[in-house]
């Protein structure tokens, strides 16, 4: 398979195919008769280490230099023809963009961290008004008891001046006998 190309041929393949992006990687196998798998294969040897990769290949299947032939490669893509030959793409950050995006970001979480206080301070509120509104029916229900338990049992207001309490039902019965 890729073992009967010269060094050079996977390079100028490779490169080719990079130049051109991935969209036009069947077209590069045609025009130059090798598989598609080939010419992804190489064009990923050649991105991670450069053209040196093959030449040690060439060792190995016993190719000679004879079959190496000369590659020029030109481009009308100034950005990438500087790209090749420093290794790297310029990053070009567009900083408006950046600050306009970061500013946003930090708006919407001060937003919704603002939202959640408000919130947390909603909910104590209710559950404080709604404990005070339990505590003040348990409150009434005690005094209610408390009255309802003094009006229906016997018991002694002034033992000096001779007064009594008796239940209600019982005043009224006296009162309805005498």
Known sequence: MSDNYSSDFKAKVALDAVSQG????AEVAEKYDVTEE????????????????FA???AHHGHSDSE?????????DNEFAHAVEHGVMDDDLNYKKLIFWSTLGTALVIIFVIGLVYFSQYSIFESQQEASLNSEYIEVQELNAAQTEKLNSFGVVDGEEGIYRIPIDSAIKRIAVD
């Open 38 to 53: 080939e010419v992804i294969s190489w064009a990923s040897t050649y991105h991670e280490e450069g053209a040196t990769v």
């Open 56 to 58: 040690g290949e060439q």
């Open 22 to 25: 991935r969209s036009v990687i």
């Open 68 to 76: 190496v032939e000369d590659v020029d490669i030109t481009t009308e």
